[in-house]
């Protein structure tokens, strides 16, 4: 059974950075693609970064240039690193194994990242 554990939120004032981690167990970690979604109140969770197995990356429009996703399958952790962040980013934020119709297993319980004006 596939647990994905994130963790990393917090408050921060705009203009400041969190590191996310999302710590994964259940699958063979290392051959999948892995991403980072967003959910903001009233809104649809948003995938916001992604990365291969063979660590490509791609990033949504709105985090490009702030936000980076790297990963370290030793640890079969998935980071995000945010930069530069902007009350507009708030939101909780989950990781999830990627798949050709998207998510691939079930939600973990996200981390809540929060950011003042």
């Known amino acids: 059974q596939v647990q994905l554990v994130e963790s990393g939120g917090g408050l921060v004032q705009a203009g400041g950075s969190l590191r996310l981690s999302c710590a994964a167990s259940?699958?063979?970690?290392?051959?999948?693609?892995m991403g980072w979604y967003r959910q903001a109140p009233g809104k649809q969770r948003e995938l916001v970064a992604a990365?291969?197995?063979?660590?490509?990356?791609n990033y949504a429009d709105s985090v490009q240039g702030r936000f980076t996703i790297s990963r370290d399958n030793a640890k079969n952790t998935v980071y995000l690193q945010m930069n530069s962040l902007k009350p507009e980013d708030t939101a909780v934020y989950y990781c999830?194994?990627?798949?050709?119709?998207?998510?691939?297993?079930?939600w973990g319980q996200g981390t809540q990242v929060t950011v003042s004006s």
């Open positions: 999830n194994a990627l798949g050709p119709r998207g998510p691939q297993s079930s």
């Open positions: 259940g699958m063979i970690f290392r051959l999948n693609s």
């Open positions: 990365i291969t197995s063979s660590r490509s990356t």
